[in-house]
């Protein structure tokens, strides 16, 4: 008998618990930084060295973080369910967690890819984590973030779209529901699938009366969720 696919949505606040900045503080700066200099396509053009030292501290931070209880439970959840996540988040910590099926909306940090193919990705090596635009890939081709700038389309919303369509339980964790397009997934879930909100400040959701809303942090909600699935 096959296992009931559960789709999660997941945003900064699961990895907040982690350590990891938000992406977006609510006055609008990353790391002092105005968000759109240094996470939208405008803002490469204009000054891509500073995009290559943002991006280079943001890994040297995420290689001192650990997946917390939130990250890991979700890993355990593959024990009684087909598990996909689909993040918003570059970083790893799902991957060191232990799950299977992860599809990152936004790039991996930990990754930088051809400036002129996007097609072309490489890993970049723990000790080697800096890059400069003078960095070339093995193919020659100079490389940029793995990361999908604002103002940049979302390559693979269309697979997280097909993969939540799929879902027996949606749940969310960790977002505002305020970026799109991935604020927009919970709208493609089939009728009467349940859903679940984990997230200490939830957003209002206009036109959905059939969410269980568990207004707590990641790790805590998480506990929760795993009570109400008898999971």
């Known amino acids: 008998m096959s296992k009931p696919k ?6 900064a606040g699961i990895s907040a618990e982690s350590g990891i900045k938000t992406f977006r ?9 105005p968000v759109m200099q240094v ?9 891509p060295a500073l995009i290559h030292r943002f991006y280079n501290e943001r890994r040297k931070a995420l290689v001192n973080a650990l997946p917390n209880a939130a990250h890991k439970a979700l890993a355990e ?13 570059v970083d790893d910590l799902h991957e060191r967690a232990g799950s299977s099926n992860i599809l990152h909306l ?6 930088i890819r051809s400036v002129s193919n996007p097609d072309y990705i ?9 890059t400069t635009p003078e960095t070339r890939g093995r193919n020659g081709d100079p490389m940029r973030p793995h990361i999908v700038f604002f103002q940049e389309p979302v ?5 997280a779209i097909d993969i939540v369509r799929e879902a027996d339980i949606f749940v969310v964790i960790g977002t505002s529901l ?37 207004p707590e942090p990641a790790t805590r909600g998480m506990q929760t969720l795993r009570t109400l699935l008898n999971a």
């Not at 970049?124 to 800096?130: S, T, V, W």
């Open 6 to 11: 559960l789709v999660v949505s997941t945003g």
């Open 106 to 111: 936004h790039g991996e940090l930990m990754k």
């Open 178 to 214: 305020v970026v799109y397009p991935a604020a927009g997934l919970i709208q493609y879930v089939r009728p009467g699938t349940p859903i679940y909100y984990i997230d200490p400040n939830p957003a209002p959701i206009p036109g959905r009366s059939d969410i269980t809303v568990i």
């Open 122 to 130: 490489e890993t970049l090596d723990i000790e080697h984590l800096e």
């Open 25 to 33: 503080d609510a006055d609008g700066l990353w790391e002092n930084y």
């Open 155 to 159: 390559p693979n919303i269309e697979k």
């Open 39 to 47: 996470a939208s396509a405008d803002g490469f053009r204009r000054d």
């Open 77 to 89: 959840l593959e024990k009684n369910y087909d598990v996909y996540i689909i993040t918003q988040n």
